[in-house]
């Protein structure tokens, strides 16, 4: 029989809180691709790895309950990044790891998810391709809420910024990793 990997408990957060713009405004996760809304592929990968599923809307909040336990949304309406969601994820998330993705990934497969949260401790484990950090594909530990806090109310807004000052373990991908393919444009959803 195979080994199974024995993975730490983790809640999940899916990024779909953006206003779309690359998309003309549309939301993003709720994109029809090959037939289903972008957010239910990464629902049906992620699904089987928590029991603490947070999706971060910021609008649709009807059409994404039923890809999550939970919803979060920034806590002010400005549309601030993907760090807004992140920090809204953190201050809920149940377990001692988050997994941060974004929506608009629905190539993403188990093996590199599995890889993330083997690497997962006290410090962040970062997606990296190169010399370029991926940080909508991290696992950041709950612990880091404060820090986070603090950085957010001293004015910053960009998760690679933060999360590169924390020293974070890189999981090394190759350039162009198919996986971790955005579906962000009109033309990549065809």
């Keep these: 029989m195979p080994v199974v990997p024995t993975l730490p408990r983790c809640s999940v957060l899916l990024l779909s809180g953006g206003r779309g713009q690359r998309m003309g405004g549309r939301d993003k996760g709720l994109l029809d691709w090959h037939g289903r809304p972008l957010i239910s592929w990464l629902h049906e990968l992620v699904r089987p790895l928590s029991d603490d599923l947070i999706i971060s809307c910021n609008r649709n909040a009807e059409q994404y309950a039923p890809f999550a336990d939970r919803l979060v ?3 002010d309406t400005d549309f601030q990044g993907p760090l807004a969601g992140i920090r809204a994820g953190l201050q809920i998330a149940r377990h ?14 188990r093996p590199l998810l599995e890889a993330l949260l083997s690497k997962s401790g006290m410090q962040p484990v970062v997606v990296r391709q190169g010399e370029y950090w991926e940080p909508l594909f991290s696992v950041i530990p ?23 000052g924390l020293t974070p373990t890189a999981l090394e991908c190759p350039a162009n990793d198919p996986r971790l393919a955005n579906l962000n444009t009109p033309e990549l959803l065809v």
Excluded at 142 to 164: C, F, Y
């Design 96 to 109: 001692p790891q988050l997994l941060v993705l974004p929506c608009d990934a629905p190539l993403l497969d």
């Design 142 to 164: 709950k612990a880091l809420g404060a820090a986070l806090e603090e950085a957010w109310q001293a004015g910053e807004r960009s998760p690679q910024r933060w999360l590169r």
């Design 73 to 75: 949304q920034d806590d």
